[in-house]
């Protein structure tokens, strides 16, 4: 199943579909370094690459939606918190790990799959709520 960023998670905002796209660039390359096994140095700087790259969309998308006035802009930090704290387990977890496969599994899991599903169902609705707004500020 390919993983990957498609036309149909377009918010219609670049910035955030660059950014979207390039998260899922970061996890592909974070999942593939421990899959192959690279050394726990490259991966520990690999995840906190991610972490802090996830943390600008993450912001940068809160900021968007504040400017707006989303109205579920609450719910959707939620949201987004949740997979913060996921990010940090798998961090801590990192530094920890014995069983390496079991973490490429988690990696995939959490950090890929959220991220569709999260753009699909909830960044969808604020994109959709951006565009029936008659101007942007
Ligand atoms: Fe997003
Ligand atoms: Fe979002």
Known sequence: MPLEWTPALQTDVP????QHQELFRRIALFSAAIAENKGDAEIGKMVEFMAEYAELHLSTEEKLLQQH???QLAVHKAQHDYYRRNIAAIKQ???TAADQQELVDKVYQILTLWLINHIKKMDLIWAAYLKSKPSTP
């Open 69 to 71: 006035s989303f109205p």
């Open 93 to 95: 977890q990192l530094a």
């Open 15 to 18: 910035e955030i579909d660059e």
